[in-house]
């Protein structure tokens, strides 16, 4: 399959950060060229790119696409509360079905506003991959481990069936298998021990919680003497290919620590004001000694949406508001750690994350042709703080459109509506 993009404003994100006029050529999931001249070359698919800005896809780097089921189920209560009255009571009566219609809800979403990768953490893992693939959008997905039984398993049953599904992933070009602890509150060290060989055994990353809370780092520390960061470290789970998410209660001897030992951060910043965690990850300390950080949404259980435009928004914003500092973390950054910056924490920056010639051709076009984005002085401040994701109007993965002038091509845009709301009607009767 072939795109050829004409006459659109290009965001690179290169080294050197480009952005130019010109048009884009995709042939067999790559990037092919990139030109400031016109291109006359025939392809499948032509697309006019007046008044578009033209981008790498945003990749989300923490969420569990499911919880799109749950959304607006529970609001405005304590953290506690809301697990015990609200979501492990539905999370006991998910099954394969209800993992399907929220999953393909959550990717309706995601390709509605730009996103082309994911980075997932939850249960009945193999289908949500069937079900990404079909789609067509690119999954990192978290076979989620924990100390007690989940909705599909038997605690007993976890790692076998974790590894049956690395096995049967591992390879594809589209999905790419995670092992994913869910947190050292909620996995023991023999848990963690077992999911670290998993990860060494077929090289694959892990993808963990870590220092959300103050809650949880006490709670930790009263358990094992140690916080979550250090229990990580003392297991061997601290190194390179782990991905710790949100630590937004982490210390600068703890920043060291991450550094010396490669982790990557995924940082969520809409998830944590809404439930309160009253910490927020020191993303400048980590960007400052080069720790890779990207952005997640979290679930849409606590966070509403899965809009990473809106992520982007928040994530500079807070950082601003709570040093009182308008140049902490500008545009430009922001918009790094929601491209290349996601493509870092995966390791697969060498492939995806930015527009060059020769990597794949994950990326999005966005309509600049609105109220709200005029004038364009800098696509690169639009991005962080005037677009929305109702402005994106293509998603291409691997070479492939997804959604094109706002039609979705690879999925039914009414019958998984109408399916998400039955189910989750369903589940919380």
């Known amino acids: ?46 697309i006019d790119g007046t008044d578009k800005l033209v981008l790498p896809g945003l990749i989300n780097t923490h969420t569990h696409i499911p919880m799109t089921l749950f959304r607006g189920y529970g609001d405005d209560m304590l953290l506690k509360d809301w697990l015990e009255r609200r979501i492990w009571p539905v999370e006991a009566k998910l099954d394969k079905k209800s993992i399907e219609n929220g999953t393909e809800l959550g990717l309706l979403e995601m390709i509605a506003s730009g996103t082309t990768s994911y980075l997932d953490m939850y249960f009945f893992e193999e ?84 220092s959300e809370t103050r809650g949880e780092v006490y709670d930790v520390e009263k358990r094992y003497g140690v916080r979550p960061v250090e229990q990580l470290k003392k297991i061997g789970l601290l190194q390179r290919g782990t991905i710790l998410a949100h630590c937004g209660w982490i210390t600068k001897n703890e920043i060291v620590d991450m550094k010396n030992a490669e982790v990557a951060v995924s940082h969520c910043p809409v998830s944590n004001m809404k439930i309160a965690t009253g910490g927020y990850a020191p993303i400048p300390e980590l960007l400052e000694v080069q720790i890779p950080v990207g952005l997640g949404t979290d679930g849409a259980a606590s966070n509403n949406t899965l809009d990473m435009i809106e992520t982007m928004k928040f994530c500079a914003l807070v950082h601003k508001n709570h040093r009182w500092d308008p140049t902490v973390l500008p545009a430009q950054t922001v918009v790094d750690l929601a491209t290349i910056g996601g493509a870092t924490c995966l390791g697969v920056h060498h492939t995806l994350g930015s527009l060059e010639e020769g990597k794949t051709a994950d990326l999005i076009m966005i309509d600049m042709k609105k109220p709200h984005l005029t004038p364009l002085h800098d ?30 091509l690879t999925i039914d845009y009414e019958k998984t509506l109408q399916q998400a709301s039955k189910c989750a009607q369903e589940l919380i009767s």
């Open 1 to 46: 399959m072939s795109i050829l993009i004409k006459n659109s404003t290009i965001l690179t994100q290169n080294d050197s950060r480009q952005q130019f006029q010109g048009d884009l050529y995709i042939d067999d999931h790559v990037i092919v060229e990139i030109s400031k001249k016109p291109l006359s070359i025939e392809a499948d698919y032509k």
């Open 127 to 210: 289908t949500i991959a069937k079900v990404t693939e079909k789609v067509g959008m690119r999954g990192f997905l978290g076979f989620a481990v924990i100390d007690f039984d989940t909705p599909e398993y038997k605690a007993s049953e976890l790692f076998s069936q974790c590894e049956q599904f690395v096995k049967h992933w591992k390879g594809n070009r589209l999905i790419s298998p995670v092992i994913a602890p869910h947190s050292t509150y909620s996995c023991n060290p023999e848990t963690l021990q077992k999911s670290l060989e998993v990860a060494t055994r077929h090289h694959i990353p892990l993808h963990i919680h870590c």
């Open 379 to 408: 696509p690169v401040s639009h991005l962080a703080y005037a677009v929305r994701g109702t402005d994106i109007c293509t998603t291409i993965v691997d070479g492939k459109p997804l959604m094109l002038d706002c039609e979705f």
